[in-house]
Structure formats: structure tokens, C-alpha cells
């Protein structure tokens, strides 16, 4: 392939903010998808984390499909659910955006890991990713399962070939993390600014 499993979710990142600097929603969205191919090469260590990220994407993107105008900003599905205090329901779009913005973290985490630590394995980098972003927000059963899968992550030498493509792969993962990073935090933000930012998993 050309350039790296990386390069897509690269270019579609440049379309993420608005001229004015707000989220967009369905760049954002698309972006998150062109992680999964990405996680896809993990095989059942990953299972559980991307069937909970396409959960969350298919739930923003019926909403954002009802009315693409009023939901073309990402903030606005959040908005809409404050005012009509649904916000916090777990089948909300708010708690999807936040889940779907934890998972995400994992994953930046799990690859500046691979980046920074060369002589890391796969599971210290998945171990050390996990406790530093979803483990606290998982209840026991979450957790545990967890653990249970990363058990499953292929040899980490073997993993970096089939995601190198191309390109430089290094180079690619770094620039994801400090691409992607940024704009999760801006999530992050958001949501504590409107006190929903330490929901837990039920």
C-alpha cells in the first residue's frame, strides 16, 4: 500500500476544524473510522475496544443524519441533550462522544508507546496505555476482560510490518499522536466545561 495504514486518518485530519477552529462532526467521525483498519491488524486483542468505537460512531452518525445542519459541529449533539437534560443517559450522544473520545485516547497513547519505547512488546505498550486512560473509568468485569484480550496482540515485529506499508511508520505514528491529541483534549475540555466529563461505564 502506499505510505503507511496511518496516511489516511493523516489526511483526514486536516478536515477536522472548521475555518474558525470548531470540531466538524462528520470529519471527526471519519477520522475515528480510519482508525479501525488500523486496529483491525491487532485481531482479537482489539475486539472488544472496536466494537465499542463503531457503537459509538454509528450512534453520532444516525443523530447527525437526522438533521446533518443542526449537528454539523460536534459540540451541538452535547448542546441539544443539556437543554433537554438527556445528556447524562447512557444511551445518549453525549456519552457516546465521551466514550468514543476515551477510546480514541488509548489508542493515541498505545501508539506514542510503540513510537517512544522501540524495545517495548506489544502488551507493556497496551498495559501501560490502558492504566494511563480507560482503566479508571472501567468498572471490574471491563477491566478484567480487557486484560483477558490484550493477552491476544500479535508480536509486536510482526504488527509494525503490516502497518509500515510504504511510508515511514515511526514518522506517521508521532504525527498521528500529536495531530489527534490536541483535538481529544479540546473533547475533553468541552465536556468538563459542562460537567460531563467523569461519566463511568455502567
Known amino acids: 500500500m502506499e505510505g503507511t495504514l496511518f496516511s489516511p486518518a493523516l489526511e483526514g485530519m486536516k478536515h477536522v476544524k472548521s475555518e474558525h477552529g470548531e470540531l466538524m462532526t462528520k470529519p471527526f467521525l471519519e477520522v475515528c473510522k480510519l482508525v479501525l ?14 466494537s465499542d468505537i463503531n457503537g459509538n460512531i454509528s450512534r453520532l452518525e444516525s443523530k447527525y443524519n ?18 433537554i437534560k438527556t445528556a447524562k443517559s447512557s ?6 462522544l465521551l466514550w468514543l473520545t476515551r477510546a480514541m485516547d488509548f489508542i493515541v497513547v498505545l501508539f506514542h508507546n510503540l513510537a517512544l519505547h522501540q524495545d517495548w ?3 507493556q505498550a497496551c498495559n501501560d496505555s490502558y ?6 473509568w472501567h468498572g471490574w468485569l471491563a477491566s478484567s476482560s480487557f486484560t ?8 509486536r515485529k510482526k504488527f509494525m510490518e503490516v502497518i509500515g506499508g510504504t511510508g515511514d511508520i515511526y514518522g506517521d505514528m508521532e504525527k498521528f499522536c500529536t495531530t489527534f491529541s490536541p483535538i481529544l483534549q479540546q473533547i475533553h475540555k468541552f465536556l ?3 460537567g460531563l466529563d467523569s461519566m463511568k461505564a455502567s
Do not use: H, W
Not at 91 to 96: K, L, P
Not at 148 to 155: D, F, N, Q, R, Y
Open 37 to 50: 483498519p488500523i486496529l483491525d491488524k491487532f485481531g482479537a486483542a482489539m475486539t472488544v475496544v472496536k
Open 148 to 155: 483477558v484480550a490484550i493477552k491476544l496482540a500479535p508480536e
Open 131 to 136: 492504566s494511563k486512560t480507560l482503566r479508571k
Open 121 to 123: 512488546s506489544m502488551s
Open 192 to 194: 468538563a466545561s459542562v
Open 91 to 96: 444511551s445518549s450522544c453525549t456519552n457516546g
Open 66 to 83: 437526522d438533521n446533518p445542519t443542526r449537528f454539523n459541529y460536534l459540540y451541538s449533539f452535547v448542546q441539544a441533550e443539556v437543554e
